[in-house]
């Protein structure tokens, strides 16, 4: 609903009194947001009682049907009647016990040790159900939330401490261990589709990291997961900068000699490796990023977005879609390459926001999505890392499992065109998930490759015909990189080293009007014959592909 709002406002109105009723708007579902998630918990807190109270209840019923069916009486408070039928005076006497009854007789009485063992089981059960009130209403008091009308970082923080606390009290209703791990796109859709409408509900509030990252469950429950992740680690690392000390001053310091440099001092270097200030602070630039894309829905024509991944550990994962690919007719997915990591994110989002907007026009009626896949560990320093394969190897089995995903979660009533993209050691990546497993794409796109791992174009898992290539003036990593990630033809005397640039490699090379290595998707209020090229590609149009001369 906000996205519609804003989408109308943003194209009827313009001026400050607009910008200030987006920017209320916005305020209002930041805060709708933060309800949800605590409405979740409470509801998965409620779910989780209510299982563990059936499950006493259930204990209790069978063991007062048992001990009736033996002709024992069960009283209100537990207790377990009967008749003697062993003692002679007084005649017939009267006997009862509990649970916490006396458990030394002075002769044996068959009959009291049965009722004995159904006032165990009735006392058992009894205790269950004050156990799961006990430790369900302490957490029941803690979801609670400021009375103001902003939801501040403490308070996502503390959202997040409250999931922490519930994961323990529902440990019999739900458990992390039950949700797939290392199984493929279809087992996780088909353990997804076998849960009941609570149960997935309750799964997404209590462990939304894990079912945000589940390859073939559909894009808008990954998103609704991930968006809670996202919102709360954004906050927790926000209140670590807050209160963080003031930054030691001077930062640099000069060091003497003929040739004189500028280093980090050391009170600063103490200072950033007690608080992983620079750690953080990156974090966060990545993560405000994401944030200016997730908030520009409808804005310049944007479509929705879908958060299909994300985590700040290592150099951090960041998947982001541009409109539902479960939906799209037409999906591309772009990997990026050496020096990608989160606190950069923002280069690799706008290269897929302006890959949609050269791809939607030409789709006419049909659906398009774009998506930045930084799902890996990519090469962080060139020269050092960028040649190693290990990187691409690592990542290659993520990457088939996302692509295998798309298509589990696609429509099944509509087709998906699906093209993978490429930049720089992104290409030897898509090479390296070629070669290791069935690559479940449609068309293939190199842009400033220095090698895919193979020597020629019918070596990759795609349609034959259908791998494309990129190469612009002024980009030195094809010729830089095959020593280190080309592929060979012995068989066909072609030597080693082959890159998808080569004629040899057998790819169909189309024109580019860019120069340098990042320029391919250059957007200057149109797009370049670079981006243009890529986009016939994405919706089926080879036709309009501009071929290399």
């Known amino acids: 609903m906000e996205k519609e709002i804003v989408a109308k406002l943003q194209r009827d109105l313009k001026g400050a009194v607009c910008d200030a009723a ?21 509801r ?38 009967w008749v003697s039928q062993s003692e002679l ?47 369900y209403s302490q957490t029941l008091d803690r979801l ?34 039950d949700i797939p791990k290392g199984k493929s796109p279809a087992e996780n859709a088909k353990w997804w589709k076998g849960l009941s409408a609570d149960e997935r509900a309750d799964y997404t509030a209590l ?13 808008n429950v990954r998103d609704e997961a991930n968006r809670a992740v996202f919102t709360e680690t954004r906050a927790a690392y926000q209140t670590r900068l807050d ?88 999906t591309a997915v772009y990997v990026p390459g050496t020096t990608s990591n989160l606190s950069g994110i923002e280069g690799d989002i706008k290269r897929m926001t302006d890959l949609w907007r050269a791809t939607e026009p030409m789709a006419g009626d049909q659906k398009v999505s774009t998506i930045t896949w930084l799902g890996y560990d990519a090469p962080q320093k060139l020269g050092r890392d960028s040649p190693q394969s290990h990187f691409a190897d690592d990542g290659a089995p993520a990457f088939n499992s996302f692509i295998d995903g798309l298509k589990t979660s696609h429509d099944p009533e509509s087709r998906n065109h699906l093209t993978v993209i490429g930049h720089s050691y992104g290409t030897t990546l ?38 494309w290539n990129e190469d612009a003036d002024g980009d030195p990593v094809p010729e830089l990189g ?27 090379q189309m024109s580019t009007d860019t120069e340098g290595h990042s320029n391919y998707w250059k957007y200057d209020k149109r797009p370049s014959e670079s981006l243009q090229n890529q986009a016939a590609v994405v919706v089926g149009q080879y036709e309009e592909v501009k071929r290399a001369k």
């Open 22 to 42: 987006v920017e209320r708007l916005r305020r209002l579902s930041r805060n709708f947001h933060y309800i949800q998630v605590e409405s979740g918990l409470i």
């Open 44 to 81: 998965t807190a409620l779910n989780g009682l209510s299982s563990e109270l059936c499950a006493a209840q259930r204990k209790l019923e069978d063991a007062v049907a048992d001990a009736e069916a033996e002709k024992f009486t069960v009283k209100p408070d537990g207790s377990v009647h």
């Open 89 to 135: 005076i007084p005649l017939n006497p009267e006997r009862s016990t509990t649970a916490d009854g006396p458990r030394v007789v002075l002769k044996t009485d068959p009959q009291r040790v049965k009722a004995q063992g159904y006032a165990d089981r009735i006392g058992a059960a009894i205790t269950d159900a004050n156990e799961a009130d006990a430790h």
């Open 144 to 177: 609670k939330a400021n009375n103001n009308l902003n939801v501040t970082d403490s308070d996502w923080a503390d959202a997040q401490n409250d999931m922490s606390a519930l994961r323990k009290s529902a440990g019999k209703y739900l458990q992390r261990n």
């Open 207 to 219: 462990f939304p990291a894990s079912i945000g990252a589940l390859d073939g469950v559909p894009s």
């Open 243 to 330: 209160a963080m000390p003031p930054e030691p001053w001077p930062q640099w310091v000069s060091v003497g000699g003929p040739y004189a440099s500028m280093v980090k001092s050391d009170e600063w270097m103490a200072w950033n490796n007690k608080y992983h200030a620079e750690e953080v602070r990156a974090a966060l630039k990545g993560m405000d990023a994401m944030q200016n894309r997730l908030d520009s829905t409808a804005k310049d024509d944007l479509p929705e977005t879908y958060l299909l991944g994300f985590s700040p550990e290592g150099t951090g994962r960041a998947i982001i879609a541009n409109g539902n690919p479960d939906a799209a007719n037409h």
């Open 430 to 467: 898509i090479g390296s998930a070629a070669r290791q497993g069935n690559l479940n794409a449609d068309d293939v796109v190199f842009a400033g490759s220095p090698g895919v791992q193979v020597g020629k174009a019918t070596d990759l898992d795609v349609p034959r015909g259908h791998v």
């Open 482 to 508: 095959r020593w280190g990630h080309g592929g060979n033809q012995w068989k066909y005397r072609g030597g080693i080293g082959i890159i998808p640039s080569d004629d040899l490699f057998g790819a169909n």
